[in-house]
T-cell receptor, first 115, second 114 residues
Framework: NAGVTQTPKFQVLKTGQSMTLQCAQD?????MSWYRQDPGMGLRLIHY???????DQGEVPNGYNVSRSTTEDFPLRLLSAAPSQTSVYFC??????????????FGPGTRLLVL | KNQVEQSPQSLIILEGKNCTLQ??????????LRWYKQDTGRGPVSLTI?????NTKSNGRYTATLDADTKQSSLHITASQLSDSASYIC?????????????FGKGTKLSVKP
């Protein structure tokens, strides 16, 4: 098992550009989430999905779109990049809901710099 | 407001020594509490998951304790190794929403020196 994989590892964008951060898992997990991690702050939830075709907003969804067409993949789209979106992005997956003790598995992260 | 506070923010210890990291929370209703280890440049990795009925959970040299009455948890690291240098994140899960309400602490950065 590769677990949770993310691509790219590092990306530099100019303000206004768009891009897609890729996330895939091979554990047949229903739940997948996107977080951002900024210096001096805890991880913050951007969007999450409880299964193929079902997505919902987290704490900081503005400027980001997601879709879940398959169980394995959960891409995160930046529509028009802004310097405030400079961050490290983590994708995570779990078999069930965190509230019932399902363990979350995190990917290695994507470092994004928006100039 | 649901919050998770970790202390200290950073800690430097010598290899072989023990240390204890603290986590206080105000999340309610409470489902479970997790400790993660995050190496520099990597994603968090789960160390322990505890519900309100569990007081202690061990994972090798890592031992987490939970006092649900005082809403405090600690992570004790025994006989530290250089590889323990990392950030340790406390996450408290509350009920609510379709995946639960996850509140992340800001983490404690541990440096183990030879």
């Amino acid at each position: 098992n590769a677990g949770v994989t993310q691509t790219p590892k590092f990306q530099v964008l100019k303000t206004g550009q768009s891009m897609t951060l890729q996330c895939a898992q091979d554990m047949n997990h229903e739940y997948m989430s996107w977080y951002r991690q900024d210096p001096g702050m805890g991880l913050r939830l951007i969007h999450y999905s409880v299964g193929a075709g079902i997505t919902d907003q987290g704490e900081v969804p503005n400027g980001y779109n997601v879709s879940r067409s398959t169980t394995e993949d959960f891409p995160l789209r930046l529509l028009s990049a802004a310097p405030s979106q400079t961050s490290v992005y983590f994708c995570a997956s779990s078999f069930g809901q965190a509230a019932v003790r399902a363990a979350q598995y995190f990917g290695p992260g994507t470092r994004l710099l928006v100039l | 407001k649901n919050q998770v506070e970790q202390s200290p923010q950073s800690l430097i210890i010598l290899e072989g020594k023990n240390c204890t990291l603290q986590c206080n929370y105000t999340v309610s209703p409470f489902s479970n509490l997790r400790w993660y280890k995050q190496d520099t440049g990597r994603g968090p990795v789960s160390l322990t998951i505890m519900t309100f009925s569990e007081n202690t959970k061990s994972n090798g040299r890592y031992t987490a304790t939970l006092d649900a009455d005082t809403k405090q948890s600690s992570l004790h690291i025994t006989a530290s190794q250089l590889s323990d240098s990392a950030s340790y994140i406390c996450v408290v899960i509350g009920y609510g929403g379709s995946q639960g309400n996850l509140i992340f602490g800001k983490g404690t950065k541990l440096s183990v020196k030879p």
